[in-house]
């Protein structure tokens, strides 16, 4: 304890370091992240990873088979942190133009920093780069606070002083499909959960048909998000109605995000929670969303990472308007970082990592189907043998 004591105090942290957590728990012992060469500067490293998709994903516009990942890790005196940026085709990213953004976080914003404890400082800077590349901006803050929770040596719930008991159960995604059997098949797999979140914004006859394919199932709690696929209120209406009667709990994006009056006009009218996202990006959003809808679902990739998810808790709480933490197809790095916000918000999709075929780390763990916490430094990240080489 005093060898680690000694260290950060020569490298100038004991201040930052205590702000974190109690000093009685500050240095306990973490060797396990711990890099075979150790030096004062913040290094950024990136690598490929492309997601392959245990079904085929459809949503209201689109289908895909994989998910394109880039894998960030960023080192500081002998510790690592793991980041990620996954990208959607409709995020406007790709691992090129990720590339190019940690190549100019890389090269101008990390060398102006000797420690990693000044999140706040390193993200303003890395956010000034570019109005948008909030996927590539999240994996930068992702791996700030893995490597920080690794030199701390306690997990990010842990430092923010959440209650891992409060973390609610997540729901499990089952996409779209023409197929009968294929759904069925994807309801099997799903039955270790309490609540399936089922992609509607099909046509009313496609979308009745998911819903009545379930219910001929199972009973168990159904989340739907409709991807901006209803384009009239009234329809709408009607179908939030229909659906509140086969035991369906809350309804994400049921309108496109511009049609800001007639999703206020169904909000005020739903028997169902309206929760934003395709409308929610960032924090600076959520006042817009006051009155417009129940609450908002927060994404580390539209929001730039850990350290913005944080902010929109805080001021969705203040607002008094639900909360829903969501994730795109991810790997366990960026599903364990988001699960660290898990205590403090009412509904969770976060089983992008359970999406994939090929996760690269082992993280964060469902026990029935309920997000647990476990008492790891950091994110509790453990990478697999073989399949990158960061």
Not at 248 to 276: F, G
Request: proline share 4%; charged share 25%.
């Amino acid at each position: 304890m005093s060898d680690r004591r000694q260290f950060l105090k020569a490298a100038g942290l004991m201040t930052a370091a205590a702000a974190f957590w109690h000093p009685r728990n500050l240095f306990a012992a973490n060797t396990a992240k711990k890099t075979k060469v150790a030096t004062n500067k913040l290094d950024l490293q990136w690598e490929n990873f492309m997601g392959k998709m245990k079904y085929t994903f459809t949503i209201s516009g689109s289908s895909r088979t994989t998910t394109p990942i880039v894998i960030s890790r960023i080192t500081w005196n002998g510790y690592a942190g793991y980041g990620e940026a996954a990208m959607p085709p409709y995020l406007g990213e790709t691992q090129a133009s990720v590339h190019e953004f940690l190549k100019k976080v890389a090269e101008n914003v990390l060398p102006k920093f000797d420690n990693p404890f000044r999140i706040e400082d390193i993200m303003v800077e890395v956010d000034k780069l570019a109005t948008n590349n909030t996927a590539a901006k999240a994996a930068v803050d992702i791996a700030l606070h893995d490597l920080v929770g690794n030199i701390i040596g306690q997990p990010w719930w842990k430092i923010w002083g959440f209650n891992p008991e409060d973390a609610p159960h997540t729901c499990y995604t089952i996409g779209y499909d023409a197929s009968d059997d294929v759904v069925n098949e994807k309801i099997e797999e799903a039955s270790w959960t309490k609540i399936l979140k089922v992609k509607l914004g099909m046509t009313e006859k496609e979308d009745k048909r998911m819903i009545n394919l379930i219910r001929a199932k199972t009973n168990t709690v159904i989340c739907i998000d409709a991807n901006q696929g209803w384009k009239d209120k009234h329809y709408a209406l009607d179908m939030v109605n229909w659906l509140a009667e086969r035991n369906v709990n809350m309804i994400e994006q049921p309108m496109p995000k511009l049609l800001i009056e007639e999703t206020a006009w169904l909000t005020e009218r739903s028997p169902l929670p309206i929760i934003a996202d395709e409308a929610c990006q960032r924090l600076t959003d959520i006042p817009n969303l006051k009155g417009v809808y129940h609450g908002i679902n927060i994404k580390l990739m539209k929001c730039t990472g850990m350290r913005e998810a944080r902010e929109m808790v805080s001021l969705a709480n203040a607002l008094h308007m639900k909360i829903m933490v969501g994730c795109m197809t991810e790997t366990s790095v960026a599903i364990s970082a988001a699960a660290q916000i898990a205590p403090k918000v009412e509904w969770a999709d976060l089983d992008g990592n359970y999406l994939i075929a090929n996760d690269c780390f082992d993280g964060m763990k469902l026990v029935d189907g309920r997000i647990t916490l476990e008492d790891k430094p950091g994110l509790g990240l453990t990478k697999k043998p073989g399949i990158i080489s960061l």
